[in-house]
């Protein structure tokens, strides 16, 4: 009997360590997949939503082709992440498609010598993206718990040259002012003055202006002191909003 049972025991203990190994190795595997899970869906991303609307800087392309945006992403969207539409971060707010962050980026004629100031940072994907091509990145965003969730994970991901603060964007950040583009990721209804101030001479601006439902996303470039504007495409924002919550 004894002999029996022994037998019995060692098969136990063989099969658990099978067990054990099959779950370990089965782990590991999940976690590869899942990184260049990411990794293809992101090139995916790029080919059918980007490239395939016409945004061809390689700069632009290379920094969507990076950046982890499933991380700028709460948990429970993830596997939307990379889809073709905006998605809620929290607060009523959203990180904008991934179409729209391209675009916004594209046409501001960005190189790696550029100090760039965002209005609205949201969850920092936007700022990431820029701080991939540029030299630093400056951004503001008005919910407080936003700006500082999104400045941590910046920081953990290794973004040294973006920066953010929470305030009213509405008003810029002069201290660093004049800045070679300016990004704003949140409507009013009338282009912020300060924010042409700020603006260097030949510098790029990209906004949404307007009404609830009814955004123009619009360029402007500084040229002898004057706005030139051009009319880019219909878009939908939220409003940008003064630390009080009051609709600019
Ligand atoms: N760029 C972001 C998306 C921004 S959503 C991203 O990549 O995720 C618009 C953001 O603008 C929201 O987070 C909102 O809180 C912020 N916002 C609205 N009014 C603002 C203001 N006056 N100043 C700064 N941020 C503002």
Redesign the pocket.
Known sequence: MLTISGTVLEKVKLISCLYLIIFLFGNCNAQDMKKSDYEDQREHMVRTQIKSRGISDAEVLKAMRKVPRHL?VPENYRDQSYSDHPLP?G?G????QPYI?AIMTEVLDLNRYDKVL??????????AVLGEICDSVYS????ES?GKKAALLLDDLGYENVFVKT????KGWKEHSPYDAIIV??APTEVPRPLIDQLHEGGKMVIPVGELYAQELLLLTKEDGEMKQKYLIPVR??????SEGRK?
Do not use: H, N, R, W
């Not at 707010?93 to 904008?96: A, D, L, R």
């Not at 503001?140 to 919910?143: F, G, K, N, P, R």
């Not at 305030?167 to 509405?170: F, L, P, S, T």
């Open positions: 700028f971060i607060g707010q959203t990180i904008s962050v965002e209005i609205g940072t949201g969850s920092g994907y936007q700022a503001i965003e008005v919910v936003l305030g009213d964007g509405y990721t949140c924002f939220v409003p940008m909003k003064s600019y």
